[in-house]
C-alpha cells in the first residue's frame, strides 16, 4: 500500500547541489527504514543512505560520504537526500526505499518509488 515518488533530480554542472526527495502516501516512513539508492547505467543499483525511522542513525556509502544527507520530515512524510558538491559520477537514477531492517542490502526493501534522474555534466 505504501506509495513513494521521488523528485528533485535534473541536469546540473559538477559541484552543484541538489536536494531529492522522497513523498509516501498510503503509509507514514516513520514506521520504516528509508534508503536512498542509485543505479547508474551499466552498474548495478546501490545503496547511497540509509535512515532508521526516528532518525537518529543513518549510513551512508563511502562514495558520498561527507557530501550527501539523508533525512527524514515525519511530520511532513518525506525523506530527503541532500546532495552537495556532485561529481560526475553521481550521475544515476536514485530511488527511495522502504523497509524494515537497517541495512544496505537492496533486497530488504519492500516498497520503491519509480526513482528520478539525476544527470551530472560539464
Known amino acids: 500500500q505504501l506509495h513513494l515518488v521521488e523528485s528533485g533530480g535534473g541536469l546540473v554542472q559538477p559541484g552543484v547541489s541538489l536536494r531529492l526527495s522522497c513523498a509516501a502516501s498510503?503509509?507514514?516512513?516513520?514506521?520504516?527504514?528509508m534508503g536512498w539508492f542509485r543505479q547508474a547505467p551499466g552498474k548495478e543499483r546501490e545503496s547511497v543512505a540509509v535512515?532508521?525511522?526516528?532518525?537518529?542513525?543513518?549510513l551512508h556509502a563511502d562514495s558520498v560520504k561527507g557530501r550527501f544527507t539523508i533525512s527524514r520530515n515525519n511530520a511532513e512524510n518525506t525523506v530527503d537526500l541532500q546532495m552537495n558538491n556532485l561529481k560526475v559520477e553521481d550521475t544515476a537514477v536514485y530511488y527511495c526505499?522502504?523497509?524494515?531492517?537497517?541495512?544496505?542490502?537492496?533486497?530488504?526493501?519492500?516498497?520503491w518509488g519509480r526513482g528520478t534522474q539525476v544527470t551530472v555534466s560539464s
Open positions: 526505499a522502504a523497509g524494515r531492517r537497517f541495512t544496505q542490502a537492496m533486497g530488504e526493501y519492500n516498497y
Open positions: 498510503g503509509g507514514t516512513v516513520s514506521n520504516y527504514v
Open positions: 535512515i532508521i525511522p526516528n532518525g537518529g542513525t543513518t
